[in-house]
């Protein structure tokens, strides 16, 4: 049996990778249904297809019985820990971070920055031929939010700062102490959503964040708040927003959504003080030298048996 490392970059387009396994290229094809490279049973790491839908993803991995390492290209897991079903105890379960940190939080302040300075309004009065001036907020002197203060979320308020934000507040899963400051627990939450200016949604997904956007947290938002969300949409309950940006009581800007990809008919399109992007935080030029960089290193410690990194969790094993 060999050891296959299935990748869904063509190996000979990344240099550095340590020898030893036999490198399969595989990234699930334009429809889904390319044929696997070779017996997934001979698979030991598995690098996910980035940009696929969960059930390319996932197709491979009931086969992959000898599976060690899935190694995902997303700073985000739910694709995979929502199937581990599929896969057998004992393989270790690793995540991107750091390789979409500067494209995400790019987008973070694009989307607030856009939404607050009346970027679409801008738009279609330019493919009206209409001069439409006006009076709007700038990002100055606001007090910013950022709700997932993990690798993403220091790179968002890393792009903030230069903007001369009156206060940035940091809320992660647990208390702690950043290199910027204090970092809230989300049990903190009612007491600070009505202080911010602007919000920005930075967490995984997961069974503590699926719908914590919902009616209490948009509630508690003040009147004229901006919701960015560049985390997963499941985050925010969308008929919740729905109710609130339907009466102009606040705005959002959304890089994903739920349902996902949005129906063309979604009243979500037209709603008033929604600026929508399709899923775009991390495709960025900015992607593919990361990914190659991660790949390079993780599978170095794979094949050296070092402990690897950005671990999320091992099947089989409590919590997992």
């Not at 869904?8 to 390319?34: A, K, M, N, S, T």
């Not at 700038?138 to 308020?157: F, R, S, T």
């Not at 509630?219 to 004229?224: I, L, Q, S, Y």
Request: glycine fraction near 8%; include cysteine.
């Amino acid at each position: 049996m060999s050891t296959d490392v299935w990748l869904p970059i063509p190996p000979d387009e990344i240099p550095g990778l340590p020898e030893g396994p036999v490198y399969r290229f595989w990234d699930g094809g334009d429809d889904g249904r390319q044929e696997f490279p070779a017996d997934p049973a001979d698979c030991a790491v598995y690098v996910v297809p980035y940009m696929k839908r969960q059930p390319v993803k996932v197709r491979p991995l009931a086969r992959m019985t000898n599976l060690r390492l899935i190694q995902t290209l997303t700073a985000g897991v739910d694709d995979i820990t929502s199937v581990l079903d599929l896969v057998a105890p004992g393989v270790t379960l690793c995540n991107a971070r750091g390789v979409h940190d500067a494209s995400t939080a790019e987008l973070a302040v694009t989307l607030t920055l856009a939404s607050l300075r009346g970027v679409p309004g801008f738009v279609r009065a330019q493919d009206r031929g209409r001069w439409q001036s006006g009076f709007h907020p700038a990002l100055a002197d606001k007090n910013v939010l950022i709700v997932g203060y993990g690798a993403i979320g220091e790179a968002v308020e890393d792009r903030l700062v230069p903007f001369e934000v009156a206060r940035v507040t940091r809320v992660a899963r647990s208390e702690r102490t950043a290199a910027r400051g204090p970092v809230h627990p989300i049990a903190a939450l009612p007491a600070l959503l009505p202080e911010a200016d602007v919000v920005i949604l930075s967490t995984p997904l997961n069974d503590a964040t699926r719908g914590l956007a919902g009616p209490e947290f948009l509630a508690r938002m003040k009147d004229g708040a901006l919701l960015v969300n560049v985390a997963r949409g499941a985050v925010v309950d969308t008929e919740a927003l729905l109710a609130e940006v339907t009466t102009g009581r606040i705005c959002a800007a959304l890089d994903v959504v739920d349902p996902e990809p949005l129906p063309p008919e979604h009243p979500l399109w037209s709603a008033p003080g929604v600026l929508i992007s399709p899923h775009v935080g991390g495709p960025t030029s900015a992607y593919l030298p990361r990914a190659k960089r991660l790949l390079v290193d993780q599978l170095g410690r794979f094949v050296n048996h070092r402990p690897l990194g950005h671990v999320i969790l091992v099947t089989g094993s409590a919590g997992a």
